[in-house]
């Protein structure tokens, strides 16, 4: 029997004048994959993240979805958002189970046994998945070059299990597992790791990029650059947690844009041909990391030395993208130039206590 070709998909680029703007684009697709009926929190970053996702995929596409908020709150009592295949695989399983699906639709079109275009496979993984449970199985899956594309729904946490500390979690963040007490007043003392260099630099084939829900045009285009490389592709997103980072349900986008504009969130592309970072991408403001941490109760309890080194790390992520920083957030890097945050004494009286 002859093997027959497998015809994969190619998704237009969305237009848009500048990446970073607040407008309606008229080009977005009709489609949509991932409807209401979810029992996800108000304000839900991943969510938000799914919706954007699958509607730059389209309705010829498979969702993957290992244990995390996303699957607790969307497969459970017959309630499911979904209008495209989904399925379930444990936590530490995202890439096997993912290059599987890959694997078995190239091998049942070439043998005729599925008609018409390979579908776009995506999984979609919190960042405990990706970035600390299931890390050596995405790796597999971009290492092998599976026709896929992994996503991580970055939400800084383990927010599904009630706002546990990840490798992502920021410095300063306080969470169930880094409570903020009088021997470590900041909370977590550690920086998240940088999962997507990491993913670039081991796995320098793949087309791998950073995102946000603050910027929805930049992120269904860099969905649809993934999904339309041929092989494996790894994209970052950051999708608040309104639970986790505590603040006013509405500001999910105000954040996702926020984190970007004060530099704790590059957003980049990794070009596979070129073997180069692609830092084009420019918010439309740069902002100091108080008018980030501000919004947040998560950082409420922070004093001036811990905001400015979250200062100073921004202006080396600013740096790092080659951007020339305005005196004032140098300025802000010197904790003599700021204050505590608003509730940081209040927070301070209360670890007494505790």
């Not at 084939?205 to 603050?214: D, F, L, Q």
């Amino acid at each position: 029997m002859p093997t027959i070709e497998v015809q994969r998909q190619l998704l237009p680029i969305l237009g848009s004048p500048n990446q970073g703007a607040r407008f309606f684009n008229p080009e977005l697709p009709s489609t949509e994959p991932f409807v209401p009926g979810h029992r996800t929190c108000a304000g839900c970053g991943p969510s938000i993240q799914y919706r954007m996702t699958s509607k730059a995929a389209g309705d010829n596409t498979i969702l993957v979805g290992p244990t995390g908020c996303m699957y607790v709150a969307n497969s459970s009592y017959l309630c499911t958002p979904y209008n495209v295949p989904w399925a379930h695989t444990q936590i530490g399983s995202a890439g096997s189970f993912t290059a599987g699906v890959a694997a078995a639709y190239e091998a049942m079109i070439r043998k005729g046994k599925w008609k018409g275009a390979f579908p776009n496979i995506i999984c979609e993984a919190g960042d405990g998945s990706a970035s600390d449970i299931g890390l050596a199985s995405i790796s597999g899956a971009l290492y092998r070059n599976h026709d896929c594309l992994i996503i991580c729904y970055d939400n800084e946490q383990y927010a599904n299990t009630g706002i546990q500390a990840s490798s992502r979690t920021p410095y300063g963040g306080m969470t169930t597992f880094s409570p903020p007490g009088p021997e470590v007043p900041e909370g977590k003392k550690l920086f998240p790791k940088d999962l997507a260099r990491m993913m670039a630099a081991g796995h320098p084939h793949c087309y791998v990029a950073t995102a946000s829900v603050g910027y929805p045009i930049d992120l269904m285009n860099k969905v649809r650059k993934g999904l339309n490389n041929k092989g494996a592709s790894y994209l970052m997103v950051y999708t608040p947690c309104q639970k986790g980072f505590v603040y006013e349900t509405p500001r999910s986008i105000d954040l996702g844009r926020l984190v970007v504009e004060c530099g704790l969130y590059p957003m980049w592309e990794w070009n596979p041909e070129k073997r180069a970072y692609d830092y084009s991408f420019r918010p439309q403001t740069m902002r100091p990391v108080s008018e980030y941490l501000k919004l947040q109760g998560r950082f409420g309890h922070l004093h001036a030395e811990h905001i400015a080194k979250l200062q100073k790390f921004a202006n080396e992520q600013w740096r790092m993208m080659g951007v020339e920083l305005p005196e004032a957030l140098i300025q802000a890097a010197d904790a003599k130039n700021l204050v505590n945050m608003s509730a940081a004494a209040e927070a301070e009286t209360v670890a007494q206590t505790i």
